[in-house]
Nanobody, 121 residues
Framework: QVQLVESGGGLAQAGGSLRLSCSASGRIVSVNGMGWYRQVPGKEREFVATVSSEGHTNYADAVKGRFTISRDNAKNTVYLQMNSLKPVDTAVYYC???????????????WGQGTQVTVSS
C-alpha cells in the first residue's frame, strides 16, 4: 500500500504564510505527478497546483503568484509554500500523487487525509 502523510496546516492571518508538506511512502516504484487540491464544505474539491516528476508546474489562477509548489524526488515529498494568504484560501488541503507501486506496476492516484488551513481576516 501507499500512504500520503500531510503536515503544515494551521491558522494564519491574512497576508501571512504557511508551508504544507506531503510525503509518500510504501511499496513505491516511482511517483509521477504530485499536487495539491482543496475543498470547503458544500463545494467540490478544486485544483490548486501540480508538479511533474521533471519539475513542470501548473497553478490555479486563484493562487498564481502567491503559492509555490515544489518537490523532492529523493524523498517522494511535495511542498506547497503559501504566501499572501487570504480568507478565501481557507479550506482542507489534500495532497495527491500518481504512484506506480511494486504490487501492481501500474499507476494509480493516491490521496492524503487532508490538512486544515484557516486564514483569518
Amino acid at each position: 500500500q501507499v500512504q500520503l502523510v500531510e503536515s503544515g496546516g494551521g491558522l494564519a492571518q491574512a497576508g501571512g504564510s504557511l508551508r504544507l508538506s506531503c510525503s509518500a511512502s510504501g511499496r513505491i516504484v516511482s511517483v509521477n505527478g504530485m499536487g495539491w487540491y482543496r475543498q470547503v464544505p458544500g463545494k467540490e474539491r478544486e485544483f490548486v497546483a501540480t508538479v511533474s516528476s521533471e519539475g513542470h508546474t501548473n497553478y490555479a489562477d486563484a493562487v498564481k503568484g502567491r503559492f509555490t509548489i515544489s518537490r523532492d524526488n529523493a524523498k517522494n515529498t511535495v511542498y506547497l509554500q503559501m504566501n499572501s494568504l487570504k480568507p478565501v484560501d481557507t479550506a482542507v488541503y489534500y495532497c495527491n500523487a500518481e504512484v506506480v507501486t511494486a504490487m501492481t506496476f501500474t499507476m494509480s492516484d493516491y490521496w492524503g487525509q487532508g490538512t486544515q488551513v484557516t486564514v483569518s481576516s
